[in-house]
């Protein structure tokens, strides 16, 4: 069985791929319309319609490109074999760090989250999955860094994964409510000093 490679987008369908991205992750999904895109982009709601019929497909498509980009980077470092599992896991922290940054974006699955009850189904089986994966590319590294000497832990992996996942979407959404960015870099320090004491 031969499977064809997705048609690539037109420039029109990337820029409100990348406006509804933002504004879900600023607003939530709940909370923008097509007329938001329509106005931010200077086009016709009809245009956006064109390439995405409904909101559940535009939503559908903003995660399923979001979470292609991120696993791509995940599949890539992890990968590569020259690396030590510390610089696999600070590799994983920059675009958390890259979101605190901002005034108030956080990460796409983590703002969807927020709403999960609100969501169609197609949304919340792909913030699921998005989840589990991270969580299950986390347990990988804390394994690999425990096997190497560079990683002492005081919990199971996978417990461990759950934790830091969590511990990092949760310092987003603290920091956009207080405006503190230290609020992530605090998780990331105590992060890494419990992972590498002892080790």
């Given at each position: 069985?031969?499977?064809?490679?997705?048609?690539?987008?037109?420039?029109?369908?990337?820029?409100?791929l990348d406006l509804a991205e933002t504004l879900i992750q600023t607003r939530g999904y709940s909370a923008f319309s097509y007329q938001d895109i329509a106005d931010g982009l200077g086009i016709r709601k009809a245009s956006i319609h064109y390439h995405f019929p409904s909101k559940t497909d535009l939503g559908v498509a903003v995660i399923d490109r979001y979470?292609?980009?991120?696993?791509?980077?995940?599949?890539?470092?992890?990968?590569?074999?020259?690396?030590?599992?510390?610089?696999?896991?600070?590799?994983?922290?920059?675009?958390?760090?890259?979101?605190?940054k901002t005034p108030?974006?956080?990460?796409?699955?983590?703002?969807?989250?927020?709403?999960?009850?609100?969501?169609?189904?197609?949304?919340?089986?792909?913030?699921?999955?998005?989840?589990?994966?991270?969580?299950?590319?986390l347990t990988d590294i804390l394994k690999r860094g425990t096997r190497g000497g560079e990683f002492a832990l005081a919990a199971p992996p996978a417990k461990l994964a759950r934790f830091i996942?969590?511990?990092?979407?949760?310092?987003?959404?603290?920091?956009?409510?207080?405006g503190d960015a230290t609020q992530l870099r605090d998780v990331i320090t105590v992060m890494k000093l419990q992972l590498t004491a002892g080790s």
């Open positions: 069985m031969t499977t064809t490679a997705p048609k690539p987008r037109s420039e029109t369908a990337e820029q409100i979470v292609a980009r991120f696993g791509d980077a995940l599949a890539a470092i992890g990968a590569d074999q020259a690396q030590s599992s510390l610089a696999m896991l600070e590799f994983y922290l920059e675009p958390y760090i890259g979101f605190a108030d974006r956080i990460c796409l699955c983590g703002a969807l989250a927020g709403e999960i009850l609100a969501l169609p189904p197609q949304l919340r089986s792909r913030v699921d999955g998005f989840f589990q994966t991270h969580q299950d590319w996942f969590s511990a990092l979407q949760g310092a987003l959404l603290v920091k956009r409510a207080t």
